[in-house]
């Protein structure tokens, strides 16, 4: 019987021992072994599905020729009857011949014996084992990586939880803490084990745990504990009671020994420990139902290996966003997916679709961009999308309050800049508020997101499908321009009313009564902080001011556009970041317009053409066909030809339909009266 174990460092052993590894030299080979004993199904495997996995870069005949290669080294290396073959298509191999440990790991989880099949793990799975030249095999092999890793923490977690319902706290801290180590950025296993060493009175300890483990995350991923899991050390915290001093070493003086020890003129028989104040009530956040666990694990699923759920980030009315990892380019990213109980729902769909056609058409930098979107395999749909860290406007409102004239006036600024560039691509917002308006800490940068409602304008070129029906309300009343509230068609200047009430909020502490005018309410209310300003800062709050008045015009036609309040404000200011890492270099912009619009594909058959063309003169004027004049003209004809093409590269050179302007129609015209007039003097000279 041949040993392969996998679940840690590779090794594989014949049925007498030896080893065998350094028989099947080449990494390959062994990714082939490999491939065949976990993939699962644990059965046949077509060959072109291994062709493709593995030899990719080379033509079909050479790459099964490749495989055949291989199957053949490792029927040699092994023994005739361990790789099987059926017909010309399958392969697979006979776990009669050959024991794996994941297959015994996962055999053992299958009847229950989780004791066992923990047994198993010695470690990551393949751990140190890598084929560089096969990447879609490392994409695999990441994959199942995390499929064990997850099997086997449950399997921990679950034996914990066994041990400390049968009151053996002691065991379920040590199977907690196995857990932890087979995957330590996760947090179940952290909170469970904090809450076991809580119920033993280890709260020390639980302390130190918490405390690693968030100096490891914001190491690692850059992101601090689930709020639930804050709550839960916070409450360890405050339970936590400073044990009594030790005695004091002979030779101590009298007032040091006395450092932190009981009254001497305690009774006799005080208690060292006495009983420990009840302790308060700490409201952690609410548990996760059974359909957000098994949404969680889809993700986990079907996301891996491009993506590694980390954990629920927050749950909304429409969808729930988790944190992921981005493994190929290093960087966290949100996941934006709609909520289980919407699945059957039609409009929600829509409307959540509507979000990621909306921000992915925009490129701002006071815009939350789209990455990309897809679905699951249960059919809910899902995107992907930058992670923020920091805060929405509206909880800096709840811990801060009311903000600044001059904080308000950058706000304004880069939120009108965002609905600006919006409106200019036709869509409309109809949801502006302060919860969709993120603070980027790292960055500075305002940005406004939740596109899920998002209209298009009368002039935008889409005419997406009506999701709302006549006369229907949609987003949130508080904000809802008096068109809005009253059905009307929203436009434009909808969503400067939304940005002049949440302006209002931001800087009085609390959003403007309906019945109130809108000159009344700003002035009665912001008279005072006025009135302690002085000189030009008095000048610009006046400023603002006037903005948000007019933004809370009741008729459409008395409110500035975004792109006025943009203008009167000044330029978004693009934080440094944004400026350094994003705006490339005036060469580099060149050369990206020059391959977007294929000015090589288009440029050099044109030249060649010429070139050729003019071979084919000499021997047509030195046998009379061509007058002399003909080569002038053709020199003529191709400098101002070349100038047309550059013209008409230039504005159609890109993939797609695209309208001919006005300005391509001038440079036409003026290039095409330069060739007549250069072209006439050339005949009429003498």
Avoid at 271 to 293: T, V, Y
Avoid at 335 to 361: I, M
Avoid at 411 to 424: N, W, Y
Avoid at 610 to 617: G, R, Y
Wanted: aromatic share 6%; glycine share 6%; proline share 7%.
């Amino acid at each position: 019987m041949i040993e392969f174990r996998v679940l840690g460092s590779l090794d594989l052993r014949g049925s007498e021992g030896q080893d065998l590894l350094s028989v099947l030299s080449q990494p390959k080979r062994l990714a082939l072994l490999v491939y065949l004993a976990l993939a699962s199904p644990r059965g046949f495997h077509r060959r072109d599905r291994l062709v493709g996995l593995f030899w990719p870069e080379l033509d079909q005949d050479r790459a099964r020729a490749a495989l055949r290669k291989s199957l053949h080294y490792l029927r040699r290396s092994l023994g005739e009857g361990t790789v099987l073959s059926r017909g010309d298509e399958a392969v697979g191999l006979d776990f009669q011949r050959i024991w794996c440990d994941v297959v015994a790991f996962e055999e053992a989880l299958e009847r229950g014996a989780l004791e066992e099949a923990l047994k198993f793990c010695r470690g990551r799975l393949l751990d140190g084992f890598s084929t560089p030249e096969s990447s879609d095999f490392e994409q695999w092999l990441e994959a199942e990586r995390r499929h064990f890793q997850r099997q086997a923490v449950d399997a921990a977690c679950h034996l914990g939880d066994r041990a400390a319902e049968g009151g053996d706290l002691a065991a379920a801290i040590q199977w907690m803490e196995r857990a932890r180590d087979l995957d330590p950025l996760q947090e179940r296993p952290v909170r469970k084990l904090l809450q076991f060493l809580d119920r033993s009175g280890e709260r020390s300890r639980a302390i130190r745990l918490y405390e690693t483990f968030s100096v490891r995350l914001r190491e690692e991923l850059e992101v601090e504990p689930a709020p639930e899991t804050q709550a839960l050390a916070q409450s360890i915290r405050t339970r936590e009671k400073p044990r009594p001093a030790a005695a004091a070493p002979a030779g101590l003086a009298a007032g040091e020994a006395s450092l932190g020890t009981p009254d001497a003129e305690a009774p006799a028989h005080r208690e060292d420990h006495p009983e420990e104040p009840e302790a308060p009530e700490i409201r952690l956040a609410p548990r996760r139902s059974h359909a957000e666990s098994s949404l969680e694990e889809e993700l986990r699923n079907d996301l891996a290996p491009a993506l590694e759920v980390v954990r629920l980030l927050g749950r909304g009315s429409m969808a729930n966003v988790y944190l992921a990892r981005e493994a190929p380019l290093k960087r966290l990213v949100a996941v934006k997916v709609l909520a289980p109980d919407l699945a059957g729902d039609r409009t929600a769909r829509l409307r959540f679709e509507r979000e990621a056609q909306a921000a992915a058409r925009l490129y701002h930098p006071n815009i939350c961009t789209v990455f990309s979107v897809g679905t699951l395999a249960s059919g809910l749909p899902y995107l992907v999308m930058p992670y923020v860290k920091g805060r929405s406007l509206a909880e800096r409102l709840k811990a801060e309050g009311r903000l600044p004239p001059a904080e308000l006036r950058r706000i304004l600024r880069d939120v009108s800049a965002a609905l600006a560039a919006a409106h200019r691509m036709g869509i409309i917002h109809r949801d502006v508020r302060p919860d969709n308006v993120l603070h980027d800490e790292e960055s500075g940068r305002l940005l406004l997101c939740d596109f899920g409602i998002a209209g298009i304008l009368e002039t935008g070129e889409d005419r997406p499908t009506q999701i709302t029906a006549t006369n229907e309300r949609v987003g949130s009343p508080t904000y809802m321009s008096p068109e809005q509230l009253n059905g009307d068609p929203p436009t434009d200047r909808t969503d400067v009313y939304s940005l002049g009430v949440m302006a209002y909020e931001l800087l009085t502490g609390r959003p403007p009564r309906a019945l109130e005018s809108a000159r009344a309410r700003v002035e009665a209310a912001l008279s005072t902080a006025a009135e302690a300003l002085s000189g030009e800062a008095e000048k610009a709050h006046r400023e603002v001011l006037d903005l948000i008045q007019r933004c809370l015009s009741t008729h459409p036609l008395h409110r500035p556009s975004a792109a006025d309040i943009m203008r009167k404000l000044g330029p978004a200011a693009v934080p440094q970041d944004v400026e350094d890492d994003e705006r490339p270099d005036p060469l580099s912009e060149l050369l990206r317009r020059v391959r977007e619009r294929r000015f090589l594909w288009i440029i050099i058959p044109y030249i060649l053409g010429v070139f050729a063309t003019f071979q084919s003169i000499d021997p047509l004027e030195a046998r009379g066909y061509l007058p002399e004049i003909s080569f002038p003209l053709l020199v003529t004809g191709a400098l101002y030809g070349f100038v047309a093409v550059t013209i008409l590269t230039w504005f159609h050179g890109k993939k797609g339909r695209q309208t001919v302007p006005v300005i391509e129609m001038g440079l036409l015209a003026i290039v095409a009266a330069a060739w007549f007039v250069t072209s006439l003097f050339v005949l009429l000279k003498p």
